[in-house]
């Protein structure tokens, strides 16, 4: 129950398409849906993140899509750019009320390639 | 602003070697997590502290792996002995929790642990 399930594994987009990637989760109890961004030999770093209370949020060329009934949230990047190449994971974390939850579920990363 | 600052970068050892992790949180935060992460099983969590308390860990393998964190600003994750199978890219990451937060999650860029 505590798993994000994340599709594809792999993508690749040409410059100028849109690239999607599609996550999904059982446990009704997350309650916040971060995207990271990692690139070759560095940490990952927060591109974008929703809570449930809203279906969608945009931040330049990068949307969240959230579907609160079927469980599912997905990445859009708009405009690809040989730049997005990076590895992309979704992740999860239930509502935090004490120190308890503030653990994050990932989901398994999806390697997004831009080419020109 | 310094990130999270991992060291060393690279480790190389042979099996049955005790292998040190350090990091070095981001200034102010009081959560601390440490992750592995590896081809096949993505990125687990190995072990968070909050004000320095071990909250969760659940994640830490077996005993041959443990974490101390012995003041605010600095943790260590240890293997001993270590095993060709602990090979793979260990990341600390630092937040703030202040109550009910979505305070993010910021990576330190890991350590590549060889174990021979």
């Known amino acids: 129950q505590q798993q994000v399930k994340q599709s594809p594994q792999s993508l690749i987009v040409q410059k100028g398409g849109i690239s999607i990637i599609n996550c999904a989760y059982e446990?009704?109890?997350?309650?916040?849906f971060p995207w990271y961004q990692q690139f070759p030999g560095k940490g990952p770093a927060l591109l974008i993140a929703i809570r449930p209370d809203v279906s969608e949020k945009k931040e330049g060329r990068f949307t969240i899509s959230f579907n609160k009934s079927a469980k599912q949230f997905s990445l859009h990047i708009m405009d690809s750019q040989p730049g997005d190449s990076a590895t992309y994971f979704c992740?999860?974390?239930?509502?935090?009320?004490?120190?308890?939850?503030?653990?994050?579920?990932f989901g398994t990363g999806t390697r997004l390639t831009i080419i020109p | 602003d310094a990130g999270v600052i991992q060291s060393p970068r690279h480790e190389v050892t042979e099996m049955g070697q005790e292998v040190t992790l350090r990091c070095k949180p981001i200034?102010?935060?009081?959560?601390l997590f440490w992750y592995r992460q590896t081809m096949m099983r993505g990125l687990e969590l190995l072990i968070y502290?909050?004000?320095?308390?071990?909250?969760?860990d659940s994640g830490m393998p077996e005993d041959r792996f443990s974490a101390k964190m012995p003041n605010a600003s600095f943790s260590t994750l240890k293997i001993q002995p270590s095993e060709p199978r602990d090979s793979a890219v260990y990341f600390c990451?630092?937040?703030?929790?202040?109550?009910?937060?979505?305070?993010?999650?910021?990576f330190g860029d890991g350590t590549r642990l060889s174990i021979l």
């Open positions: 502290f909050n004000n320095n308390v071990p909250i969760d």
């Open positions: 992740a999860a974390r239930p509502y935090i009320s004490n120190f308890g939850n503030e653990k994050l579920t």
């Open positions: 990451a630092s937040s703030f929790f202040g109550g009910y937060s979505n305070q993010p999650q910021h």
């Open positions: 446990n009704t109890a997350f309650d916040y």
């Open positions: 200034s102010g935060h009081n959560s």
